[in-house]
């Protein structure tokens, strides 16, 4: 089963009876299914609490500054049988469910996860009905249990639940039936779907970034195209590192991955299908070339290229063809990305003698510069949410900020010393970037939420750099 299809609706029958108020053992016997995702239950809640009353689309990002962080327990989830499967013993799977799911939500900016580590293991009996007054006492606003049992198929059913302490009531619940291989996607899903019950918010977890992984000497890189998941997780190097891969971007319909690369100095612009591993040539050149990108509807490819010492911004269809120049001002116009909605471009431009962010109609007509606030711009990222654009701001460090599309609100997130080549999280809350150690020279991935205050570096077994978010998995 391909690990894209893993996550289709069960039956009937098995959201009836996640819906039912059953205790946790009469779930888990009737839940086995052929592996699949159980669709998300439309649990009875208390009334709304007042964070979900005020949570909107789109929430202003002064709710994020100002609202304090909810605390939220994530206890390991219980493992009434124990029993060993190839991705290990079930007792410590449910221990890492907790564990990705508390990571997740740490890493929204918006919770504070309390566990596994420090928690008293909870009862089966508990995944069902909590002893909120135990909860109450420690301060807790929201809590995560669950349970995950082996079938006899070897299939792992694991069942998630989110409850609101202060009003001692259910929120939602989850269940899966998957592959042992696949419990880190079962985990990532439960933490999506609690994060937008929460916060109102599109989710971003259940997601994969590709990147390029870095290694060798500084005069001789060898630089490969990598995939991971959105926590560092279940890393895989695409190339060879034969052939120099630069600027990766995923397909609006994750499927695919947009990148360039470099054999014998020449640049070839290449689409690599993730789930056959075959790739396909799209446009080459003897020229300069640089940062392709895809449009929202996955038909168009925008690139930049320099043709006698003039660099421009071409689209060309994702069948191949004949490119189509969109800009012509003398200098050099890197870096286009669409709007959300495909009606319009953001690119970096140094017709005015420095290099400054621009936008243009997707035909290349109406071009006008936003960026004012001093210093130079560069690599800009239009934002799935269309309200705003990341940067890479350059006066003296190199900082990752936002602006809107007109320019204004310029807010630099990052503080250090060179931080670049931001892109954005499938819902827009947070910004990944990679970082240059000013002393050492290695590179890392990062990641920022829109406050600035949340970041953390992702693992990667080599330096990383131009890494690029892709959508939610379905």
Known sequence: MSKNSMLSPLSHLAAMVLKAALPAAAIVAAAGFAPALLAQTP???????????????????????????????????VAPSPADTP??????????????????????????????????????????????????????????????????????????????VTFAGEITRLGFVVTPGEWRRAAHKCADAFYSRVTGEKPFFDSRIAYIAESG???????????????????????????????????????????????????RIYVYDVDSGRQRLITQSRNPTFAPRWSPDG?????????????????????GGEPVRLTSAPGIDVGGSFSPDGTQIVFESDRSGSQQIYIMNADGSNPRRISFQGGRFATPEWSPRGDLIAVTRIAGDFRVGTMRPDGSNLRLLT?????????????????????????????????????????????TPVDGSDPAWGPVLP
């Open 43 to 77: 649990a009875v809640p208390p009334a709304a609490t007042p964070a979900e009353a005020q949570a909107q689309d789109e929430p202003e990002l002064v709710e994020f500054e100002t609202a304090k962080l909810r605390l939220i327990a994530v206890p390991a989830f």
């Open 299 to 319: 038909k168009t490819i925008l690139y930049s290229m320099a043709i006698a010492g003039n660099t421009d911004i071409y689209k060309i269809s994702v069948n």
């Open 217 to 267: 000497p500084k005069g001789n890189r060898i630089k490969r195209l990598a995939i991971m998941d959105s926590d560092g997780a279940n890393h895989k190097f695409i190339t060879s590192g034969q052939a120099t891969a630069l600027t990766p971007r995923y397909s609006p319909n994750y499927r695919s991955i947009l990148y360039l690369s470099y054999t014998d100095g020449n640049p």
């Open 87 to 164: 991705a290990g013993n079930s007792t410590n799977l449910g221990r890492q469910i907790a564990e990705v799911i508390a990571s997740d939500m740490r890493a929204s900016g918006l919770f504070e996860p309390a566990g596994p580590s420090g928690l008293r293991a909870i009862t089966l009996g508990e995944v069902t009905a909590p002893q909120y007054d135990f909860w109450k006492g420690r301060g807790v606003d929201q809590l995560i249990e669950g349970f995950i049992r082996v079938g006899a198929d070897g299939n792992l059913t694991i069942g998630c639940y989110l409850y609101d």
């Open 415 to 459: 503080d250090s010393w060179q931080d670049e080549a931001p892109t954005w999280a499938p819902n827009g809350r947070v910004i990944q970037f990679f970082r240059t150690a000013k002393n050492s020279g290695k590179t890392g991935i990062w990641q920022v939420d829109l406050t600035g205050r949340n970041e953390r570096q992702l693992p």
